[in-house]
Nanobody, 125 residues
Framework: EVQLVESGGGLVQSGGSLRPSCAAS????????IAWFRQAPGKEREGVSC????????YYADSVKGRFTVSSDNARSTVYLQMSSLTPEDTAVYYC??????????????????WGQGTQVTVSS
């Protein structure tokens, strides 16, 4: 059974950093792509980043480029999202999701079958 479990969210002040993680199990971790999405209250879900665990290639939304870095630890079957220079606009529930590979269209949530339960990130001003 495929499982994705996020952790590492929390409350941080504007300008601070957080590193949520997504622990995966139930499939061959190094052969797939894992994306991060976020959803703020009253807003649509937004694709933030995607990483191919086979080679580490990554995609980022313009809104987070230069501030967020996605990485994969294949030995631990875990993907991390290092978030820096956070602003209140980054406040959302962050989810990880699984698909066969990342691509330019990674931000379409309908492409993903498996999702984690989400972790709350709150940035105070």
């Amino acid at each position: 059974e495929v499982q994705l479990v996020e952790s590492g969210g929390g409350l941080v002040q504007s300008g601070g950093s957080l590193r949520p993680s997504c622990a995966a199990s139930g499939y061959a971790f190094a052969d797939y792509g894992i994306a991060w999405f976020r959803q703020a209250p009253g807003k649509e879900r937004e694709g933030v980043s995607c990483v191919d665990t086979s080679d580490g290639s990554a995609y980022y939304a313009d809104s987070v480029k230069g501030r967020f870095t996605v990485s994969s630890d294949n030995a631990r079957s875990t993907v991390y999202l290092q978030m820096s220079s956070l602003t209140p606009e980054d406040t959302a529930v962050y989810y990880c999701a699984l698909r066969g590979y990342c691509s330019d269209s990674y931000y379409h949530d309908f492409l993903y079958t498996y999702w984690g339960q989400g972790t709350q990130v709150t940035v105070s001003s």
